[in-house]
């Protein structure tokens, strides 16, 4: 196997974000750009030689031949084995279970997650550890340091792999093997969830479902253990074929982006359970008939039903949600007498938390919840806990969380996005409202008086590292929130995002929509953050 050093300069921009480095496909394919942030991380990282190493994405454009560079560039830097998904296929939530299964040392996943794909959209890259979660920000620190002064990276002179054929080959002391993508973790799945009485309660009529893959990653999944293994009918999975471009649409399981799903769902013919997942496998959507369930909700309750599910019978040693997810959660946690705690937005922050047993259970608002099963979120994995929960309560989706809102109050919440703000205007409204925070406790709006004002920030409780700058929070007397928070997960521009939550315990309030029982709190959100005044907009670009 010839091994060579190419000459290479770097490129100033490949900082990764909250889940890796993400960039238009263009930019990806720049002479050098993925290899120069590929060797940045074998750079970076220690005692690798002979090791084990699990690649994989969604599909999405630019993946296979970008895999096909990774194989060449991982048998020149000395890793002993690359555990490959056929076709370079992998769900995120797969291949943390394969990291953790086969004590890999870590994994590189090509994904951009939720964000659109094709040859003018979106490619990302993240690195995974042997614990199967998404580097820390120490090991992404390392990552862009090393690549503003990279140099030459090494690549092995050898014939492209054919990765859609199930098998081993070696090059000399490199051994590559391609596995079936689904296998393993519908197996995980088999040990955590209660698929007798799930086959008995779809076989039976009492639960129908309607998933939708989004041409995304997810559909080979759903079609093997939704259809083949627990017996829902082919059509109960649609759009269930990967392809590059996601099908021109929006992997990004909402209300906004899964429309077919929606329109069925909020129909005469909805089925029990309706859900869909994103490009990578590892956000969902979850929704019953006529209702939508937030993500904050949905984290609240499994954390309130988890002792129906086989694999968490036993209890929950703790819970754990981001900072902007509502506090729904903390109310469960209470009641039940278990930690939560509140982390920055990012699943890396999770990690320590899992790995220490503090905590059983995680979500975000942003569509992501998960376990100690993997160290990812996982989207399958929660609509698979819904299936669980309905067949076990005998009750729908809507019973379910009418209950848990009776039982706990509710958290009505709302996210609005901005997307693709100019840069140097998202920071202009972040600036207002850092200036703003001494001042707002005490502060009357209406019925909202500021208990608190700050920007958040958070100590690990396991290894003591300090995030700071994590988003503002402004909390008020009554229980309500709103949050502020540029996201790092697009590649345009800057987004705003904007979470407003209202807590009503009074259950006649409960059915309320939650844009009308939150137009106070929106209307003080844009007098505090001027983003529509700032961007001229007149609205969201979109509304969860």
Same mark, same amino acid.
């Given at each position: ?23 238009? !496909?263009? !930019? ?149 093997? !391609? ?57 109960? =999975? ?30 005469? *013919? ?72 509140? *982390? ?24 992501? *919840?998960?376990?100690?099963? =993997? ?25 379910? =969380? ?89 590649? !345009? ?47 969201? *670009? =979109?509304?969860?």
């Amino acid at each position: 196997m010839q091994i060579v050093s190419i000459p290479t300069h770097p490129y100033t921009d490949q900082n990764p974000g909250t889940s890796g480095l993400r960039k238009k !496909v263009t !930019v990806f394919q720049q002479p050098d750009y993925l290899e120069n942030f590929v060797q940045a991380i074998f750079d970076s990282l220690e005692d690798y030689s002979g090791k084990t190493l699990v690649l994989g994405g969604d599909g999405r454009y630019f993946n296979r031949p970008a895999i096909q560079t990774i194989i060449k560039m991982a048998a020149a830097n000395g890793f002993g084995e690359l555990i490959i998904g056929q076709g370079g296929l992998l769900s995120t939530p797969a291949a943390s279970n394969l990291i953790r299964k086969n004590k890999a040392f870590g994994g590189l996943i090509l994904s951009a997650s939720h964000n659109p794909g094709g040859r003018d959209e979106d490619f990302g890259i993240k690195y995974n550890v042997s614990n199967g979660g998404p580097a820390p920000e120490s090991h992404t620190d390392a990552f862009y340091k090393r690549s503003l002064t990279i140099s030459s990276y090494k690549i092995a002179e050898i014939e492209d792999t054919d990765i859609d054929r199930i098998g081993s080959r070696h090059i000399e002391n490199f051994k590559i093997t !391609v596995i079936d993508p689904v296998a393993d973790y519908a197996e995980l799945m088999q040990s955590i969830f209660d698929f007798g009485l799930l086959k008995q309660s779809i076989g039976s009529g009492f639960i129908t479902l309607l998933f939708d893959a989004m041409h995304a990653i997810t559909g080979p999944y759903a079609k093997r253990i939704l259809v083949d293994m627990l017996g829902a009918t082919p059509d109960s =999975v649609i759009n269930a074929e990967p392809l590059e471009d996601f099908g021109g649409h929006h992997p990004d399981p909402n209300l906004a982006h899964a429309q077919e799903l929606a329109a069925r769902m909020f129909s005469p *013919t909805a089925p029990t359970l309706g859900a869909a997942s994103d490009g990578d496998g590892d956000r969902n959507m979850i929704t019953g008939s006529n209702i939508f369930v937030t993500p904050s909700d949905s984290l609240a309750i499994m954390a309130a039903n988890a002792r129906l599910i086989p694999a968490y019978a036993y209890g929950l040693s703790g819970v754990a949600r981001s900072m902007p997810t509502s506090q729904a959660v903390d109310r469960v946690a209470a009641s039940y007498n278990i930690p939560c705690y509140e *982390t920055p937005t990012g699943w890396k922050f999770f990690g320590n938390l899992l790995d220490a047993g503090k905590i059983t259970l995680c979500g975000e608002e942003s569509f992501g *919840t998960g376990s100690n099963h =993997v160290r990812e979120k996982d989207g399958l994995w929660a609509v698979l806990f819904w299936l669980n929960l309905i067949a076990r309560k005998r009750q729908s989706v809507a019973d379910i =969380v009418h209950e848990h809102w009776r039982k706990f109050g509710r958290d009505i919440y709302s996210r609005h996005d901005y997307e693709a703000i100019e840069s140097s205007v998202a920071n202009s409204i972040v600036e207002r409202l850092r200036s703003q925070l001494p001042e707002l406790p005490s502060q009357a709006f209406g019925e909202f008086i500021v208990k608190y004002a700050d920007e958040f920030s958070y100590e690990d409780p396991v290894d003591g590292s300090v995030s700071k700058n994590q988003g503002i929070r402004i909390g008020f007397e009554n229980g309500s929130r709103i949050i502020f928070r540029l996201s790092g997960t697009g590649t !345009v521009g800057a987004t705003l995002r904007i979470y407003l939550e209202k807590f009503e315990v009074d259950a006649s309030s409960h059915d309320q929509d939650a844009q009308v029982s939150l137009s106070e709190l929106i209307k003080l959100a844009e007098q505090l953050c001027e983003v529509k005044k700032r961007t001229g907009r007149t609205e969201p *670009t =979109v509304i969860t």
